[in-house]
C-alpha cells in the first residue's frame, strides 16, 4: 500500500512540472475514487465548478476553492503544496517583464472588523458560481444610507480572497459619493493611477483617456487580478475602469445602488443596512472590552441610539473609552437627549450619527476640535501630520499629538504616512452643522481657538 501510495506521489510530482492543475485534480480525483459529483459534494462546490477546472474551461481557480478541493481529496504535505503550485501558476506567457511590480495596492483593514457573516458568505458564494468570476460586485448602501460600512466591508472582504489574485490588487477612491471637499476622481485619474501600479511609466501613459482604458485592459488581459473601487458616484465613472478579462473581479461600493452597472455590464449587487443586533452589541463590546461585556444591556441600548451603524458605534466605542469611569447606560441616555434636543432633524435618516457626533466633538479639547473640522475641509484626498501642522498652524509634534487622540476618538483612521483620512459621513455632518472662525481667532473668553455655530447639534465646549 505505502509503495502505492509513494507512486501515486511520484506521479502527481511529475505531473506537476508539465500539466495545470485539472490534470492534477483528474488524477487525485481518480486515485481517490470519487466521481465529479461525489468530489463537488465534499468540497460544497458545483459539479460544473469541477467539470470546468477538469476540462481546462478554468485554470486558476480562486485560493479557498482550492483549499476546499486538498481537504475533500485528503491532500496533505507535498500534495498538497503540487496542487495548490498547480493551481497559482499562470497559464502561457508571463503578465509583465521581470522588475515590473505587482500592485498590492489594498488599503489596510478596518481594525477588530465584527460581524457580517451573512454578507461575508453571500460575497464568497458569488466566486463560486459555475467556477466562473463574478466580472463586477457592488457593495451599495440601503436607500443611500451612510456610515454602514460599505468599504470596510468591501476591503476585509478584499483581504480575505487575495490570495486568489496572485497577479495584484488595485485601489482607487473614486470620492464621487459625497458632497465632500475633495473633488471626484475622473476615471482617466484612476487609469494613469492603475497603469503606474503596474510598471508604465509616466511618459508612457497615453494622454486620451480611451487609450488608457485600451492600455489597461490589454496589461490585465487573462490575469487575474482583483481591482476595489471605493465610493463610485455614478456607472459613467466606474464603466472605464472595469477589465476585459474574466479573470478579474472588481469591487465597487457606493451609496447608490448604481443599477445602470446592473443592468448593462452584469453587475451583481450586495445591499448593506445597519448590522444586526447581535453584531453592533459584539462590535461594541470587542472595542470597549469588559464594561460592555458585563452590561449587554446598556450595550443593546447604545447601539441602538447609533441605529446600529458601523461608523457611529465606533464613535461611541470611543466616547465610552475616553471615559472609563461612565457607565454606558449614561452613555446611551445622552446620545437619546442629544437626539431629542435637535427637533429639526431628529426624524432624518442619519440623525442618530449625528447626535453620537456632535457628543464626541463637545468632549474634545477646543483646539483639538479645530484640528478635526479643518481637517473635514481639506481639499485634497489625504495629508501628512507636516502638512497639518502648516494647515493648524501647530508645531509638528502638537499635530501629532492631534492626530492620536482624533484616532482614540475613531473620528479619523491613519492609513499611511500621508493619510489621514476622515470618513465621508464625518465629513459631510462638519461642513453642515459648522463653521470655523478666521484662523488663529481666539475667544476672548476662554482663550482658545474659536468656533462657530451654525445651528443645529451642540458643539464643542458647550456644555
Given amino acids: 500500500m505505502v509503495r502505492g501510495q509513494n507512486a501515486d506521489r511520484r506521479e502527481a510530482t511529475r505531473l506537476d512540472t508539465q500539466s495545470d492543475c485539472g490534470v492534477l ?12 459529483e461525489e468530489l463537488a459534494e465534499r468540497a460544497g462546490l458545483s459539479v460544473r465548478t469541477i467539470r470546468a477546472l477538469e476540462r481546462g474551461a478554468t485554470t486558476r481557480p480562486y485560493r479557498h ?88 466591508l468591501a476591503v476585509h472582504w478584499a483581504h480575505q480572497i487575495a490570495d486568489g489574485f496572485p497577479d495584484g490588487q488595485l485601489y482607487v477612491n473614486l470620492r464621487g459619493g459625497t458632497a465632500g471637499q475633495a473633488a471626484a476622481t475622473p476615471p482617466e485619474e484612476a487609469l494613469a493611477t492603475f497603469l503606474r501600479a503596474m510598471g508604465v511609466a509616466a511618459g508612457d501613459i497615453p494622454a486620451d483617456g480611451q487609450e488608457r482604458a485600451a492600455r489597461y485592459r490589454s496589461m490585465l488581459a487573462g490575469r487575474q487580478v482583483l481591482v476595489l473601487l471605493g465610493n463610485a458616484g455614478s456607472a459613467e465613472q466606474v464603466r472605464p475602469l472595469l477589465p476585459g478579462s474574466p479573470a478579474c473581479v472588481v469591487v465597487v461600493t457606493s451609496r447608490d445602488v448604481l443599477s445602470g452597472l446592473v443592468a448593462r455590464d452584469g453587475a451583481r449587487r450586495l445591499v448593506l443596512g445597519p448590522m444586526s443586533a447581535a453584531d453592533s452589541g459584539a462590535l461594541l463590546t470587542r472595542l470597549i472590552g469588559d464594561r460592555a461585556a458585563a452590561d449587554p444591556a446598556a450595550t443593546a441600548a447604545l447601539a441602538a441610539r447609533c441605529d446600529r451603524l458601523p461608523l457611529a458605534l465606533r464613535v461611541a466605542a470611543g466616547l465610552a473609552l475616553a471615559h472609563p469611569d461612565a457607565p454606558l447606560a449614561d452613555l446611551a441616555n445622552e446620545l437619546a437627549d442629544e437626539l431629542a434636543d435637535d427637533l429639526t432633524s431628529q426624524h432624518e435618516p442619519g440623525a442618530a450619527a449625528a447626535a453620537v457626533f456632535a457628543a464626541a466633538l463637545r468632549r474634545l479639547d477646543p483646539a483639538i476640535a479645530r484640528t478635526f473640522l479643518l481637517l473635514c475641509r481639506y481639499p485634497g484626498p489625504g495629508i501628512g501630520i507636516p502638512a497639518l501642522a502648516a494647515l493648524t498652524g501647530a508645531t509638528v509634534r502638537q499635530a501629532g499629538r492631534a492626530v492620536k487622540l482624533l484616532e482614540r476618538a475613531q473620528l479619523i483612521q491613519m492609513t499611511g504616512p500621508d493619510g489621514i483620512a476622515v470618513h465621508d459621513l464625518l465629513s459631510d455632518y462638519a461642513r453642515e452643522r459648522h463653521s470655523l472662525g478666521e484662523p488663529g481667532a481666539v475667544s476672548p473668553a476662554t482663550g482658545q481657538p474659536e ?11 458647550r456644555e
Avoid at 25 to 36: D, K
Avoid at 451 to 461: D, E, I, K, S, V
Fill in 25 to 36: 485534480l483528474r488524477h487525485w480525483r481518480i486515485t481517490a475514487g470519487l466521481t465529479q
Fill in 65 to 152: 476553492s482550492t483549499d476546499r478541493l486538498a481537504d475533500a481529496l485528503g491532500l496533505a504535505d507535498a500534495d498538497r503544496q503540487a496542487f495548490t503550485r498547480a493551481a497559482r501558476r499562470a497559464p502561457g506567457t508571463a503578465w509583465q517583464p521581470p522588475g515590473r511590480p505587482v500592485p498590492r495596492q489594498l488599503p489596510p483593514p478596518v481594525p477588530g472588523f465584527t460581524g457580517r457573516t451573512a454578507e461575508l458568505r453571500a460575497l464568497a458564494g458569488l466566486l463560486d458560481t459555475d467556477g466562473m468570476s463574478p466580472g463586477t460586485v457592488v457593495i451599495s448602501a440601503a436607500d443611500g444610507m451612510a456610515g454602514v460600512g460599505r468599504t470596510a
Fill in 451 to 461: 468656533l462657530a455655530h451654525t445651528g443645529g447639534l451642540a458643539m464643542p465646549g
